[in-house]
Nanobody, 121 residues
Framework: VQLQASGGGLVQPGGSLRLSCAAS????????MGWLRQAPGKGREFVAV????????LYANSVKGRFTISGDNAKNTVYLQMNSLKPDDTAEYYC???????????????WGQGTQVTVSS
């Protein structure tokens, strides 16, 4: 499975961004895809995960109600719509795929490259 992430950038507090992660390769549809993030000087943090098979979704408490993850089967792409962004959301965001628990646990089977999200006035 190959993952290609895009969509990061600089945004003011309260603003919005949408991240995309396109997947290719064999059997990705049987896997879960999601996002992890890492801020400078901090550990890796789970953000959200989407299961292709059953459509299950899980969010970290820190983003619940502000971020929305969704999947487009036709494009093999998962999106992360981020609203009401806060400076604490500043981090490198990584697309991840694999087993459901592996993504949530921060040790996915597959990684995409990171995309920087900076929330600052």
């Amino acid at each position: 499975v190959q993952l290609q992430a895009s969509g990061g950038g600089l945004v003011q507090p309260g603003g919005s961004l949408r991240l995309s992660c396109a997947a290719s390769g064999s059997a990705f549809s049987s896997k879960s895809m999601g996002w992890l993030r890492q801020a400078p000087g901090k550990g890796r943090e789970f953000v959200a995960v989407y299961n292709w098979g059953g459509g299950e979704i899980l969010y970290a408490n820190s983003v619940k109600g502000r971020f929305t993850i969704s999947g487009d089967n036709a494009k093999n792409t998962v999106y992360l719509q981020m609203n009401s962004l806060k400076p604490d959301d500043t981090a490198e965001y990584y697309c991840a795929a694999g087993r459901w628990r592996a993504v949530i646990g921060g040790n996915p089977d597959y990684w995409g490259q990171g995309t920087q999200v900076t929330v600052s006035s």
